[in-house]
């Protein structure tokens, strides 16, 4: 199936302020993100041409969905670096993953199965429904029991926090860090979660930015974004971007 893509024209690409993208879906073949190393390289190519020198690739990892072991993310990972070397690209690669919160998890969390980021941080995600029951609980315990820091990917895009924006303060109070998505910012998934994300930039809540991106539709999105106007409040809050420190 083609891709519809309307691109910005004759607009050069800012500087970017950070260079690591920390959530990526472009290891093939494990999730629905790229569906093969080919694809990956365009992918990979893509952020390049946007100015982003490393990536932590994240792929999902979900109990009925993609229930993506560790030696799974190790094998497509594996397929992807090398599919890029052979093809030149420049981009520095680290990975981690993208964890739902669901039992599945908690099993890896149990058994060491998980792969933290550099400082001790873990990448999660909320379903897609509804918060997940004793989230507060399974904060705590991921705090203290485990030693790691929560970021919560996406927050902007959860429903069910749109409309009760108190319940972000609740979450930072506890330690959880924020990141926002690129695409949410540029308006390419609706009106709500791109109104969301900007009141998170607005209350200074977003501590790490992720392109979370699966396809070449979602590379233009980001490159209309990064030449617009509104790209500028994203600007003012740079020195509250902590991407980078996640660079082992």
Known sequence: MFEFIHIR???KLPQLFWQ???HSHVCPG???GSHSPEKSV????GMASLGFHRMIVT????DEVFPNTPEIIAESYLKLTEACKKAGVNMEFSRSAEYRIDELLLEFLRTGQVKPL???YLLVENSWMSEPANLDNFIFELRNTFGLKPILAHPERYRYYQNHRERYDELRNQGVLFQVNLLSLAGHYDKACKNTAEYLVSQRMVDFLGS???RMAHIESIRNYLTSKDYSKLEAIASDILNDTLWP
């Open 9 to 11: 024209r004759n607009r």
């Open 20 to 22: 690591t993208d920390l």
């Open 30 to 32: 494990i999730d629905d």
């Open 42 to 45: 365009m992918l990979v190519k």
């Open 59 to 62: 792929p999902h990892v979900t």
């Open 118 to 120: 550099h400082g001790g």
């Open 212 to 214: 979370d991106v699966h």
